[in-house]
């Protein structure tokens, strides 16, 4: 953690041409970069098995279909993702965002009844 | 942070657009010289240079007549058919009497000429376009590869700066028709010309970044995949494996040669067949042209002859997986032909048929060859843009420090990954024949991938990897250790005087001289040494325009230019 907070501080040195202490800025830069990038990954990590299960649940998709169904979808929301939170004018809305949507996939995905035990 | 949505995106557009612009130089160079690379792989085996092939019809029975001689009584025969056009090599592969695998590389002339070069060729270009030239593990193997994820994220970020360089340039009409070339700033002339490139070739970048993302997508982040592989899949459908680099490129025209025994059936009696060649007419008036085709049990009563149709035809943009087997005793068809993929694999495979770009013959490629250097280019003007936005109003010593950083990655990223594909093809050329390995290689179908072994017991195929690495390591130390202008300068003059050298060293061994070439007509090797010749008079010219002193004062030293956003 302390190296990620070096490297923004840096950079947002380097960006502003401003001075070390400025650290507001380097939190935003550090927190917005996180939401973007590993926060997008998880919503796209559960929204892969959710939209899969949803489609051989509900719609009428072979496995073999969803799976590569899930894939594109996945391609979009990872995108769409990344720029919503660059987007977005609040760092608390889009961390709140992330949160709630992570939990609705997580439980589509694994709290809805009807998977198959493993093989 | 910035407090419009234009400046977020601006800001987006910037970071995103630097940190994983280095990657992404790297990436589109090699995609787009992956345009050509069965050209490439047919440039790299001088075997074949300025062979006359013979009709595909007599190729078929040259290999035979080849089979029967070598294998009357084998259990299976495989056969990877030449592509005439563009990589013509014969590939015959059978079932020795122990059921072992044997194969013979063959220039299909006639003459039974073996290919001895195995070398990495064009296909390197290809897998480090995708895996940075890391070993692609089969789907079913679900091993975590970091090197295509992070291909993959710097492909997402690709995606993001097309998708924000949109909103950042509002004026994107005006960009279009603005070049201010004679702008005194030298910063206003790098952004038009990224605008300009960008803007001209934004739906190809667009397509392609999408498109090649869209079709190995269910790779990256494979949840959805295993979260399929729990369902219980209908007889005959597998989840994984369906497509992906194993169908793609299974052994379309290429030179891998696969592993063919599995499923062997045991050999009925000796009874009378239909002659193949028959047979291949059949399948050729169903499918088109042919890549290969497998005999079981050839000149038995339970023998079966599949015939394969190629992947990518030149009068379709999507991908297709026609195959058509004949009982071989009777001729009977045992299964037609037609495509039979699941709906959705239709859908990616279109997606793979624009972004691999087999369809529209040789103009169809040029187009994606001129886009995807235009991409090259607009990167690399983005970078550069970078430092010369910002480097001339930096007001702390850590600020300059850092931008004087970027700078040296940023000579490293373009002039050390030109430096090392230029390096990379003269050691194709140059490296000796008798290096290559001895059993042929490549017997997984798999290519390029680093092998750590000791350099006594190296490769030919080893050693051109080994060169690609040391030629950027050598270039990221000389942007290191000069100073950032000069180091643009050499490193493009090094590029230049190498690719404008490829013709020349063709003279230096038996068989690649362009003079002879072009006498024996093999247009598809002489086009790449004139095409390195091509692109080595453009780079020297780049060179030397960044060699003169005005641009030197102008990108090293301050110059008061007036502050302009992206977005103007």
């Given at each position: ?76 929301v990872y995108t769409g993702a990344i720029i919503w939170v660059c987007a977005a ?31 | 942070m910035e407090k419009s949505l234009t400046q977020r995106m601006d800001w987006l ?7 994983l612009g280095w990657l992404a130089f790297a990436l589109f160079l090699t995609g ?537």
């Amino acid at each position: 953690m302390r190296a990620i907070a070096l490297w923004g501080s840096i950079v947002a040195i380097a960006v502003r041409n401003g001075k070390a202490s400025d650290t507001s800025y380097t939190r935003l830069v550090v927190s917005r970069t996180a939401a973007a990038v590993l926060g997008g990954y998880v919503v796209t990590y559960w929204a892969g098995a959710a939209v899969a299960k949803i489609a051989i649940e509900w719609g009428s998709l072979s496995p073999a279909d969803a799976g590569m169904l899930s894939g594109l979808i996945q391609l979009v929301v990872y995108t769409g993702a990344i720029i919503w939170v660059c987007a977005a004018a609040s760092m608390r809305k889009a961390w709140l965002a992330i949160a709630v949507v992570t939990a609705l996939l997580v439980g589509i995905a694994v709290l809805l009844p009807g998977t198959p035990p493993a093989p | 942070m910035e407090k419009s949505l234009t400046q977020r995106m601006d800001w987006l557009h910037t970071w995103f657009g630097l940190v994983l612009g280095w990657l992404a130089f790297a990436l589109f160079l090699t995609g787009t010289i992956a345009v050509f690379w069965f050209e490439i792989q047919h440039w790299a085996q001088p075997e074949l240079h300025g062979a006359k092939m013979l009709s595909p019809e007599a190729t078929l029975q040259y290999s035979v007549d080849y089979l029967q001689k070598v294998a009357p009584d084998s259990r299976r025969w495989a056969v990877t058919l030449p592509d005439l056009e563009r990589h013509p090599l014969l590939v015959l592969n059978w079932l020795d009497q122990n059921n072992a695998q044997q194969f013979a590389r063959l220039v299909p002339d006639g003459s039974g000429r073996k290919v001895t070069t195995v070398t990495n060729g064009g296909r390197f270009f290809v897998d480090f376009h995708w895996t940075f030239n890391r070993e692609v593990q089969d789907l079913s193997g679900r091993t975590f590869q970091w090197t295509y994820m992070l291909s993959g994220f710097v492909g997402v970020a690709f995606l993001i700066c097309t998708i924000t360089g949109l909103v950042v340039h509002k004026k994107i009409f005006r960009n279009f028709f603005t070049f201010r070339r004679q702008a005194k700033s030298v910063q206003t002339r790098w952004l038009d010309a990224h605008n300009v490139l960008g803007v001209l070739s934004w739906p190809f970048q667009f397509m392609i970044v999408l498109t090649g993302l869209a079709f190995y997508s269910y790779l990256y982040i494979p949840t959805g995949m295993q979260m399929a592989g729990r369902y219980p899949s209908p007889p005959g459908v597998a989840v994984v494996g369906g497509g992906g680099p194993g169908m793609l490129w299974g052994r379309y025209a290429s030179d891998a040669v696969g592993k063919v025994a599995g499923n062997i059936v045991e050999p009925g009696n000796p009874a009378p067949n239909v002659p193949i060649a028959d047979l291949f007419a059949r399948a050729q008036a169903e499918m088109g042209t042919l890549s290969s085709f497998t005999v079981n049990n050839p000149g038995r009563d339970n023998a079966t002859v599949r015939f394969g149709g190629t992947r990518a035809r030149p009068d379709a943009i999507t991908f297709t997986a026609d195959s058509m087997t004949f009982d071989g005793a009777t001729g009977r068809v045992i299964s037609p032909a037609g495509n039979t993929v699941n709906a959705v694999q239709k859908i990616t495979n279109v997606f793979g048929g624009l972004h691999f770009g087999f369809f529209g013959g040789t103009a169809m490629r040029f187009l994606y060859f001129l886009c995807g250097t235009a991409g090259t280019i607009m990167i690399g003007s983005g970078l550069v843009m970078f430092t010369a936005k910002r480097r001339a109003k930096a007001k702390s010593a850590a600020a300059r420090r850092f931008y004087e950083f970027v700078d040296r990655m940023n000579v490293t990223a373009v002039g050390g990954a030109m430096f090392a594909c230029a390096s990379y093809l003269w050691a194709l050329r140059l490296l000796p024949q008798s290096l290559s390995d001895p059993t042929g290689g490549f017997s997984g179908g798999v290519y390029a991938s680093i092998r750590a072994v000791p350099l006594d017991q190296a490769m030919r195929s080893d050693l051109e990897l080994y060169i690609f690495w040391l030629a950027w390591g050598v270039a990221a130390v000389h942007a290191l250790v000069r100073a950032p202008h000069k180091a643009w300068a050499e490193q493009f003059a090094a590029v230049a005087a190498l690719c404008i050298g490829l013709p020349v060293i063709g003279y230096l061994v038996p068989n690649c001289d362009i003079g002879s070439m072009i006498a024996a007509g093999d247009w598809k090797m002489v086009a790449v040494d004139l095409g390195g010749l091509c692109i080595g008079l453009m780079l020297a010219c780049a060179a030397w325009k960044m060699s003169s002193k005005r641009v030197d004062v102008r990108v090293g030293n301050a110059v008061r230019a007036p502050a302009l956003s992206p977005a103007e």
